[in-house]
């Protein structure tokens, strides 16, 4: 009963804040700021041709360099908190799964290149390609065609940091000609498919390092 | 009723049920699945209401797809904590 | 011409992920000189400022609201400064601690501390909201990492926790920004101050409550303090410092930063509601305090308590501008000397091989510079003059007399009653006598000179702080 109380006490406040969102949204009036309009008209000089896509890393790309920054973060964070080496098991695997990774891998890698390439004309882009990559080293990893990672070599940790390097890299060299992330617009489609790309290999790398990190499948007998 | 609104008052209830559960739930993993609820809850909000008019705004797309980006890794931190914690649980000498 | 702002951005991740390439435990002297360039850049901006007033920069060129602006006024400057100054005191410190492997592994610090300071950089320059929720969490993640890494059950149960508060604090604020979003259409802070007024629809208030709970919840203010302790309490002490010293001052700032940018309107009526709060974390962290067996508990009760102080200033801040001026001046001398207390402690746990404040008998007679720079932390969080915590609390009295709302000021002096009470506990343990068997681990001299330093820097800036509140005044209108 003691601690049935205080739970209810959650519990009213939660509904009493759910009914409060739920008239506010009610009664939103039109907004001051037309942001729809804006983007559209300027959408020529921002080198890409999708909305979304030049929002993210054109107009709010700033953003974008401090989402792969908590991105890289979280990989860190995983490599610190993690103690020793859990002990890699390896199990039989059934052949079916095996020769299914097999097959989807390579179709999921060119699914992740087409959607890279895609990012300026449609949905698509670095992260959506990125996801699919790590996709498929997880797939890779469950099938026992891919050991689960310890502490990553220099290569994979140039692997990891090299899409953040190069959108650094592009800020800091506009930077020293203007200011910071802003794009030439003749260079800007060149420029954001030269970012995109470098993301989509360290998103791929880093997404698939949070699972591979604290996974204990080792390679299959 | 449009749409977007349907999805902002969906998203309302999820946020709101994410909050409750990461507060009452008990057990490590359903407070982290809360925790992507109320993530989940606020992004549909967010998307809902940029439905709300006639056409659709690209601002608040882009702002949802770096806060997913941004729920993934606090999740992949939460659960290698989480993992971490067992370990040493079931194995207090190891340090 | 080099501009101060982006390169204070930029400059701290490209020397975190250098840090990460290099490799484990790597890249302690990067970050030095990064600070350092980082610390000259911080002069840089406060001069640019006090020449020239505050400054806007539109990020790639299109300006708020379609694009994000960064903003530099007398605040933003102030924490920058404090967050380089202190930062690069305590990279010094956290190389001797962890040199030779001692102090647990440190495999990954210097990386997580470059980003931890990219993300504080980022959220003080920072005027769009959704931005300043990407800095936040950098800045979440950032500190989890640095309690938890390598650490046992304690430290990973108490990240774990702190992790948890701040995702579903950053939620609500999201949900704040999702808000106000829908009801003006941008969410740039100069866009949105002149649209909030009192008669904003009900989204406006609700968000702006989510986003104060949020703030306040980051903070740790009296109720919602229960996560620090846990986790200041377990880290390593460099990692407490930064975090008490640092971390939990952004969500305060971001907080003044809110009420200041328009959300003051909304919450005139309640502005004594953080008041009462931060009353009752001034006493409730203060007992906490005096009562605590281990030492590093008992400074980060101490950050409970004087966290308080901070919140005391909104019922304040519409009569005048003495408030503000309170608040800057505790963040920074709180800054110096809280970062000192734990750089000492962690000298001083070291020495003695154990965390309590009973093992300290002895410690007087062999680490005198250290007990030296506690005591002089201490003075500062008791407001004795001439330091600068007692400028913020003679600015705060006075604000409080100067409004006639005296109970304020009562609860002012209150604290520093009780902050001796347990600055002088550790002091008195200290001149024991130890017990013959007693024996010290010798401590690295640097680290004892830069909690003295530290410990000094918050003792003089009263002396300076005529200066610091001319930075101040740049750009606001109070």
């Known amino acids: 009963m003691a601690k049935a109380l205080p739970r209810l006490l959650v519990v009213l406040l939660a509904l009493l804040l759910a009914a409060a969102l739920f008239a506010a949204v009610f009664d939103l009036p039109q907004p001051a700021v037309d942001l729809p309009a804006q983007v559209a008209a300027n959408l020529a000089q921002t080198g890409v041709e999708h909305p979304v896509t030049a929002v993210l890393l054109n107009y709010r790309g700033y953003d974008t360099l401090l989402e792969i920054a908590v991105l890289l973060l979280a990989l860190l964070g995983v490599l610190a908190i993690a103690g020793k080496p859990a002990t890699r098991t390896a199990e039989r695997v059934d052949p079916v799964l095996q020769m299914l990774a097999r097959i989807a891998v390579p179709l999921m890698i060119l699914v992740a290149g087409y959607l890279l390439w895609a990012g300026a004309h449609r949905p698509g882009g670095a992260f959506q390609a990125g996801a699919v990559l790590a996709a498929a080293a997880v797939l890779l990893n469950l099938a026992g065609l891919l050991p689960a990672w310890s502490t990553p070599g220099k290569l994979l940790r140039l692997g990891l940091s090299a899409g953040f390097l190069v959108f650094l890299a592009v800020a800091a060299g506009l930077l020293a000609g203007g200011e910071l992330l802003r794009y030439p617009p003749q260079l800007a489609g060149g420029l954001i498919l030269l970012i995109e790309a470098g993301l989509t290999g360290s998103i791929g790398l880093i997404l698939a390092g949070l699972f591979l990190l604290t996974s204990e499948r080792g390679r299959s007998r | ?95 | 011409m080099l501009d101060p702002i982006p390169w204070l951005i930029v400059l701290p991740p490209a020397w975190a992920s250098l840090a990460f390439l290099l490799g484990p435990g790597r890249g302690g002297r990067l970050a030095i000189i990064g600070l350092t360039l980082q610390l000259a850049l911080a002069f840089m901006l406060a001069g640019q400022l006090l020449t020239d007033g505050a400054r806007v920069y539109a990020v790639g060129g299109w300006g708020a609201p379609l694009g994000i602006d960064l903003a530099a006024d007398g605040l933003s400057a102030l924490m920058l400064l404090l967050t380089q100054t202190v930062a690069l005191a305590l990279a010094i410190y956290a190389r001797a601690y962890f040199a030779g492997g001692h102090g647990g592994p440190a495999a990954w610090f210097w990386p997580l501390t470059g980003f931890l300071l990219a993300a504080m950089n980022a959220l003080f320059l920072s005027a769009d909201l959704f931005n300043l929720y990407v800095t936040l969490e950098l800045l979440g993640l950032a500190a989890v990492g640095l309690v938890a890494a390598g650490g046992g059950g304690t430290q990973v149960a108490a990240a774990l926790r702190y992790l948890l508060v701040s995702l579903v604090a950053s939620g609500a604020y999201l949900l704040g920004v999702a808000l106000i979003y829908a009801t003006y259409g941008t969410v740039s802070i100069a866009t949105l101050t002149p649209l909030i007024d009192a008669q904003a629809p009900l989204a406006v208030w609700l968000a702006a409550g989510l986003m104060a709970l949020a703030m306040m919840v980051k903070t740790a203010l009296f109720p919602f303090h229960f996560w620090l302790p846990p986790a200041h309490g377990s880290a390593p002490a460099p990692v407490s410092a930064l975090l008490s010293a640092l971390v939990i001052k952004a969500s305060f700032y971001l907080l003044l930063r809110l009420w200041l940018g328009g959300f003051e309107a909304l919450g005139a009526v309640i502005a004594w509601l953080p008041g009462v709060l931060g009353a009752a974390a001034i006493i409730w962290g203060s007992i906490q305090a005096i009562r605590a067996s281990r030492l590093k508990t008992l400074v980060a009760y101490s950050t409970v308590a004087q966290i308080g102080y901070l919140f005391l200033i909104f019922p304040l801040l519409a009569g005048g501008g003495l408030a503000y001026q309170a608040g800057a001046m505790q963040i920074v001398s709180h800054g110096l000397a809280k970062a000192a207390m734990f750089a000492a402690v962690g000298v001083l746990m070291r020495a003695t091989g154990r965390d309590t404040v009973d093992s300290l008998a002895g410690v007087a007679g062999r680490l005198p510079l250290t007990l030296f720079a506690f005591g002089l932390a201490g003075v500062t969080l008791m407001g004795l003059p001439p330091s600068g915590g007692f400028l913020a609390k003679w600015l705060l009295i006075d604000a409080a007399l100067e409004q006639g709302q005296w109970g304020w000021a009562a609860v002012v002096i209150a604290g520093g009653l009780l902050a001796a009470a347990y600055v002088f506990r550790v002091l008195r343990q200290a001149f024991l006598l130890a017990p013959p068997a007693t024996h010290f681990e010798a401590v690295p001299r640097r680290m004892e000179w830069v909690a003295f330093g530290l410990a000094a820097a918050s003792v003089l800036l009263g002396l300076r702080g005529m200066e610091l509140i001319a930075l101040l005044g740049v750009g606001v209108a109070t």
């Open chain 2, 1 to 95: 009723m449009s749409a977007g609104l349907i999805y902002a008052l969906t998203g309302v209830l999820l946020f709101v049920m994410g909050a409750a559960g990461v507060v009452l739930l008990d057990h490590l993993l359903r407070k982290i699945l809360a925790f992507n609820l109320l993530g989940s809850g606020a992004f549909l909000v967010m998307v809902g209401l940029a439905q709300r008019g006639g056409g659709v705004d690209p601002v608040p797309h882009a702002m949802v797809l770096t806060g997913i980006v941004v729920s993934v890794a606090a999740t992949a931190l939460a659960l290698a904590l989480a993992r971490r914690l067992l370990a040493v649980d079931a194995d207090p000498e190891q340090d």
